[in-house]
């Protein structure tokens, strides 16, 4: 069956480390997202990809960066520069053209300890 | 610039009364309008959508929404609550035309009691 894959569902970052949320789809879509999700909220759009070799900043993307080297996926790292790294990561993907919604993977959590 | 309004980040309900989740839009051409579940810990799962068809969309587990622009609402409804359907619900919104964009509320948590 075609879905998304976020891995790891849970990890914990030491303060100053640089960590690394995959994000696979098989489901041939050209659009993939990450947003991150805190309590009362909603989801924040971090960056997003239309195709493959090109990505454009979120709302909230200091202190994160991704790369889209294969159509499947769509890893993101959470920088050192990130100061409040602890939330909810949801990975995304889509056909490019508008109407049909988004679907999502399972999530990361990510703690820094 | 899409947006949307969840008014009420909790709603309770009792189980088998009706559940009435609120969404407002604002949106300067006409939108494309979901609703999202999420279950704890857990991605977001498509409920329903409205893409300028029939008003008054169903989606999956009994619920649906009707759309009204004059009040540029898209309200979620479900005649009869259950247990399961406790969870947090998203309304978003995005453009009809080009790429496919997702602005999302902030969502409302719904509980249900026995």
């Known amino acids: 069956d075609g879905g998304i894959t976020q891995s790891p569902k849970y990890l914990f970052r030491k303060e100053g480390q640089n960590v690394t949320l995959s994000c696979e789809q098989n489901?041939?879509?050209?659009?993939m997202y990450w947003y991150r999700q805190d309590p009362g909220q909603g989801l924040r759009l971090i960056y997003y990809?239309?195709?493959?070799?090109?990505?454009q900043k979120g709302d909230i993307a200091e202190g994160y960066s991704v790369s889209r080297e294969k159509k499947e996926s769509f890893p993101l790292t959470v920088t050192s520069a990130q100061k409040n790294p602890t939330a909810f990561y949801l990975c995304?993907?889509?056909?490019?053209?508008?109407?049909?919604?988004?679907?999502f993977g399972s999530g990361t959590r990510l703690t820094v300890v | 610039a899409q947006s949307v309004t969840q008014l009420g980040s909790h709603v309770s309900v009792s189980e088998g009364a009706l559940v009435l989740l609120r969404c407002n839009y604002s949106?300067?051409?006409?939108?494309?309008l979901f609703w999202y579940v999420q279950y704890p810990n857990q991605g977001l799962q498509l409920l329903l959508k409205?893409?300028?068809?029939?008003?008054l969309v169903k989606g999956i587990n009994g619920f649906e929404a009707e759309f009204k622009k004059s009040e540029t609402s898209f309200h979620l409804t479900k005649p009869s609550a259950h247990m399961s359907d406790a969870a947090e619900y998203f309304c978003?919104?995005?453009?009809?035309?080009?790429?496919?964009?997702?602005?999302f509320g902030t969502g409302t948590r719904l509980l249900v009691s026995p």
């Open positions: 995304a993907s889509s056909i490019a053209t508008t109407g049909s919604g988004y679907t």
């Open positions: 489901l041939n879509h050209d659009a």
């Open positions: 990809s239309q195709i493959v070799n090109d990505f």
């Open positions: 949106s300067s051409v006409p939108p494309y």
């Open positions: 409205y893409t300028s068809a029939a008003t």
């Open positions: 978003a919104v995005s453009l009809n035309t080009g790429f496919q964009k997702l602005v």
